[in-house]
């Protein structure tokens, strides 16, 4: 089902939201066969639980969906998604008198409660459409909802049928809904043209690495999102055990979230300069395949050792930076599955991210929170640059003791990017049980952040 609200004109049915200390005077308001239809059927107002209210005839005329406490509502994010979900196939109007900031939320988390990733098996995501509640902005809505579709899309399609070629697809597709440029570097013209850290983690696939490039916009700001784009991570000759290897596919999350933020702001049509860089590759296990010990040098020309050939994510992204920070940026983002170490810091709901700038950190706190849409600072640690640097080489991909890894991380980026103001995110892009609006499986993180912070950082 497209992730749109239901035409305006469209014949509907209210539904009423209504918290747990209300539901007694709203009860009590009701005609009395409704009243005791919805005491009968045990309805608490709590949150997730719907019940239809039958007219005369026997048919539904109203929904109630519970939004139980304050205190519960904290602790979760587009409640009435839960609810969207168990309404049947038809049309509804919020009748609420929700504040706006709810409102928005909970109306983007009613269209993403329509997601479902149906490629491989019918796996239909709610049916029941809602019409846009009054004073939101309904098409930057379906433009974000769209937007974390194809990143769900992509996330979710393992490696055989979403490699570097399909990535490539994907973003030459999203250019041409746009209008914008594309291009894309390929196999060993990475080496004639300069990206040698690229290559080198993806030569052993079958298929060959790529940097692939976007551009779209004609003035404003200029903004470059760099995204992670590994289609599968065995952990090349460092090879991951069984168990760490399992949602490999989803190593291409960065990308993923870049294409999803591009489309909203492409769709969106926002006055800015975009530009769009994602590193294709597949890190597999060949003759070829780079080593641990091994020194490369990036585009940059700064060394690294090579300490865990599963630490490749953030070579790949080193030679994109530098690109990136060829250019005049206004801003720079980086958006990876990174590290381990940022989900054992944050857990799985929360994107860690990082910047040079304060001004990029201060609008990220307040947007995260207005869209629904966890983020959190995290430190570039001075003190620690010492522990990338392993003495042989410029630098190290994989310092040795496991502590502040995805501090670590972010430090080696950060040395790609000597210009511009820079924004990196260590994302999960996975969310490893269904919950309102976000079944299991793919899922973009910091882009909606992002994306409402944007005025404030580029002065939009």
Request: hydrophobic share 45%; aromatic share 6%.
């Amino acid at each position: 089902m497209p992730l749109e609200f239901a035409p305006a004109d469209a014949a509907s049915l209210p539904v009423h939201v209504i918290e747990e200390n209300a539901l007694t005077a709203f009860r009590e308001a009701l005609p009395a066969p409704q009243a005791r239809w919805l005491s009968a059927s045990g309805f608490s107002a709590g949150l997730g639980e719907v019940q239809l209210l039958p007219g005369p005839d026997g048919g539904p005329v109203a929904a109630v969906a519970g939004y139980g406490t304050a205190r519960k509502r904290a602790r979760g994010r587009f409640h009435l998604a839960g609810a969207a979900a168990k309404l049947p196939e038809g049309v509804f109007h919020l009748h609420t008198d929700l504040d706006e900031p709810a409102r928005t939320q909970e109306a983007l988390g009613w269209l993403l409660a329509g997601y479902g990733f149906g490629r491989y098996r019918d796996q239909p995501g709610a049916k029941a459409r809602l019409k846009a509640p009054a004073g939101v902005d309904a098409p930057r809505l379906e433009a974000i909802a769209a937007g974390e579709a194809l990143t769900r899309d992509l996330i979710n399609t393992p490696a055989t049928d979403m490699g570097p070629g399909a990535l490539e697809d994907a973003l030459f597709r999203l250019a041409a809904d746009h209008g914008a440029r594309a291009d894309a570097i390929r196999g060993d013209d990475l080496l004639a043209q300069n990206f040698p850290m690229i290559h080198a983690v993806g030569r052993a696939a079958d298929q060959a690495p790529r940097l692939l490039d976007l551009t779209w916009g004609a003035s404003g700001p200029a903004l470059t999102l760099v995204g992670k784009g590994v289609c599968f991570d065995t952990g090349g000759l460092d090879i991951k055990p069984a168990a760490a290897m399992g949602l490999m596919k989803k190593d291409m999350g960065g990308a993923a979230t870049v294409l999803g933020l591009a489309h909203m702001i492409m769709a969106l049509d926002l006055p800015l300069r975009l530009r769009v860089l994602v590193p294709a590759v597949e890190n597999a296990i060949a003759g070829n395949a780079f080593r641990p010990g091994d020194i490369l040098t990036a585009r940059s020309g700064k060394t690294v050792e090579i300490n865990n050939t599963d630490a490749e994510g953030r070579l790949v992204l080193a030679d994109a930076l530098v690109l990136a920070d060829e250019q005049s940026a206004d801003c720079i983002v980086s958006m990876a599955t990174l590290t381990g170490a940022a989900r054992v810091a944050l857990g799985p709901d929360i994107a860690p991210f990082y910047t040079t700038a304060p001004e990029i950190a201060a609008e990220l706190a307040q947007a995260g929170p207005r869209v629904a849409d966890p983020v959190w600072q995290m430190p570039f640690h001075d003190p620690y640059e010492e522990m990338i640097e392993p003495g042989i080489a410029d630098l190290d991909n994989a310092p040795k003791g496991g502590f502040a890894g995805s501090i670590t991380a972010a430090l080696f980026l950060r040395r790609f990017v000597e210009t511009a103001p820079y924004l990196h995110f260590d994302i999960y892009g996975w969310q490893p049980a269904a919950a309102p609006a976000r079944p299991k499986g793919g899922v973009g993180q910091g882009a909606r952040a992002l994306l409402d912070a944007l005025p404030g950082i580029l002065g939009l």
